[in-house]
């Protein structure tokens, strides 16, 4: 029984590497070519010449929320992020402007002409390619109204 165990162990992946055996499954069942697929995975390497985290400050929108759309630009606009959530509520349960940070929010990336969503309660964490880098994001509760958004990036691949 304990060979078996050890055997089970080895054998039958858990936590992340259970992840990444899904989706290597769920990429080559979609017909991913497995050459393609090995190349990617040996590309692979630890972030190279990244830049220092810079910080900027991004309102979150809601059905209440009056104000100008709001939307924020890095690298040098080539990514533009956006971002919505739901309305908070004063202690008479009516709507607020701003956003209830316990609850999802929805952030929007944009780049190259194609949109990418992250929804969940902060933090998000999400990684965006331009120009020849990623962008490592992390989107987390600022002050009222607002979420932060601290990023940096790195040399790709």
């Not at 929010?105 to 309660?121: D, N, P, Y």
């Amino acid at each position: 029984l304990e060979q078996f165990q050890e055997t089970y162990r080895r054998v039958i992946p858990e936590g992340p590497m259970q992840s990444l055996v899904d989706l290597v499954r769920k990429q080559l069942d979609e017909g991913m070519d497995p050459a393609r697929l090995t190349f990617a995975i040996r590309s692979a390497r630890p972030p190279q010449n990244c830049s220092d985290p810079e910080s900027k400050r991004l309102v979150i929108s809601t059905p209440a929320y009056k104000g100008p759309p709001s939307q924020i630009g890095i690298a040098e606009g080539a990514i533009v992020i956006t971002g919505a959530g739901v309305s908070a509520t004063n202690s008479t349960g009516a709507p607020e402007a701003w956003y209830d940070p316990s609850r999802k929010v929805s952030i929007s990336f944009t780049a190259g002409g194609k949109t990418e969503t992250e929804t969940g309660v902060m933090p998000l964490r999400h990684s965006v390619v331009a120009g020849g880098r990623e962008y490592r994001l992390t989107i987390e509760e600022g002050a009222r109204s607002f979420a932060k958004v601290t990023f940096d990036s790195c040399d790709y691949p």
